[in-house]
């Protein structure tokens, strides 16, 4: 219907987009990542550009296993991608999502930054929560995958959501209004499909992530692997590590929890 309220199979079909070749869309689900992944695991024949969204999420989740809150009015979506790359550079995944979708609200009228590795923000480093990006590898020999969540907070209000209200935002909070679902769906979709295709050109990728980046120059703390990491984010790896200055050196760090610091706090 394009309302703003709920999609329909029949009208993202009508998009006509490489990534909604196939289409489910669920009033309820407890993750979308999970059907994306059960489809594609099921199903070899499951193609590049299955795409699951659900009205509501029961069970939506990002990084680390944490909880997402994915009230009606949301766009929560996964999508199933085969792509020809090599497994060691299925991380420039999550750069590559979080520049596309980047983009994608701008275009929209938000002011969106990236804070590595995957979350995206307004109001900068200090900013609050407006998209999470999940990218997870799956599958084995001839039928590898790589499924891609994208939960966007578009009609909602922050204390529907889980997150302190203080540190959440929304399309409707920052434009004062509601988006039409469909329309943000749709800029989704082609900027996703824009930065997937030019994978092969990473440091493009990497040029556009640093222009739209609000890590880069911040102190920073990363909890990975039960170690903390605490210095000053100067670069971006040429794979899409996050190059930190520390007391005892440089360090590159590949994933993990990373707090912005800010006067001696977080």
């Not at 009208?11 to 059960?38: G, M």
């Not at 999470?132 to 499924?147: D, K, P, T």
Request: hydrophobic fraction near 40%; include cysteine.
């Amino acid at each position: 219907m394009g309302d703003g309220v709920i999609l329909s199979r029949e009208e993202i079909i009508a998009l006509e987009s490489s990534l909604a070749r196939r289409v489910e869309v669920h009033e309820t689900l407890a993750s979308t990542q999970e059907r994306a992944k059960e489809l594609a695991l099921g199903d070899p024949g499951t193609p590049h550009g299955t795409l699951v969204v659900s009205k509501v999420q029961t069970g939506g989740r990002g990084r680390l296993g944490r909880s997402w809150g994915s009230p009606a009015g949301g766009l929560w979506m996964s999508l199933v991608l085969r792509l020809a790359l090599p497994l060691h550079l299925a991380p420039q995944i999550t750069p590559a999502a979080a520049v596309g979708v980047a983009k994608a609200l701008q275009k929209m009228g938000v002011n969106t930054r990236i804070k590595w590795p995957n979350d995206l923000l307004v109001d900068g480093a200090g900013g609050r929560k407006i998209c999470g990006i999940l990218a997870e590898a799956g599958g084995q020999a001839s039928n590898n995958f790589i499924v891609l969540g994208v939960g966007i907070n578009a009609n909602v209000d922050s204390q529907n959501l889980e997150d302190p209200p203080r540190k959440t935002a929304s399309l409707r909070s920052e434009l004062g209004r509601d988006v039409d679902l469909l329309e943000l769906l749709e800029t989704v979709l082609a900027k996703l499909d824009f930065e997937i295709g030019r994978l092969h050109d990473f440091g493009a990728i990497l040029e556009d992530w640093k222009e739209l980046d609000c890590t880069l120059g911040e102190r920073v703390l990363v909890r990975r692997f039960g170690e903390v990491v605490e210095g000053t984010a100067i670069n971006l790896g040429p794979e899409g590590a996050l190059v930190i200055r520390t007391n005892g050196g440089i360090v590159e760090v590949y994933e993990g929890d990373v707090e912005h610091l800010y006067q001696g706090g977080t």
